[in-house]
């Protein structure tokens, strides 16, 4: 009996797994993401190696079905190009911004097309838990591993909330590899700025 209730007090103590977890339904974040492209017969040639950076500001509103794409493109010489994406899920359309130029474009996409998802996979692997920071200060976070159609991903949230961090892009298109990483910071629970969806005032023919 005793051995059974010493049992009883530390099973309960026992964290359980972390299981897959979901961001809000609303939500918007900042992030910076490098890329790098090679060709896949060339993947040990540094010179045939592109880098490519950016930094965007990236709203997703599930409730509304719509999301937007606030970003700046790094340019090889040293300039950047400014450009806002929006997709209308429920209308099937995309509006691509030049906010250098002023110029819109509408493309339709088939309605039905599935927004982007808000959810670690259920059939992701946890790779790993880890601390960020020091102690008592520290954030723990989660790594988590799965397949997308042709991506393999891997991205990190907080245990706590599930607040991205970071994520890893990887992939073969046409022979080429390219590896991209995006780092997440300010991540808000909502939309604060509901504007970011409009195109008012912008002439947009359809492609």
Partial sequence: MFFLALFSVFGSTLALPPSPC??????E??????????????????DARTL????????????????????????????????RSIDLYNEGVNYSIDQD???????????GTAMAPRCVADNATLVASTEFGAPPNYISANTWAWQQ????????YTDDDCTPLMTGWYYTIDGTS??????????????????????AGYNCPTS
């Fill in 101 to 111: 130029t002023g110029s819109c474009i509408r493309t339709e996409f088939p309605i």
């Fill in 22 to 27: 979901c961001l809000s339904p609303q939500h």
């Fill in 178 to 199: 390219a590896a991209v990483t995006t780092l997440m910071t300010n991540y808000h629970a909502g939309i604060r700025d509901q504007s970011v969806f409009s195109v």
């Fill in 29 to 46: 974040y900042f992030g910076k993401t490098v890329g790098s492209y090679v060709n896949a017969s060339q993947f040990n040639n540094p």
């Fill in 149 to 156: 159609d042709s991506l393999n991903i891997r991205s990190i």
């Fill in 52 to 83: 490519q950076g950016a930094s965007y500001h990236y709203y997703y509103d599930g409730l509304n079905m719509k999301q937007a794409i606030v970003s700046r493109l790094w340019k090889p010489d040293g300039t950047f190009k400014r450009s």
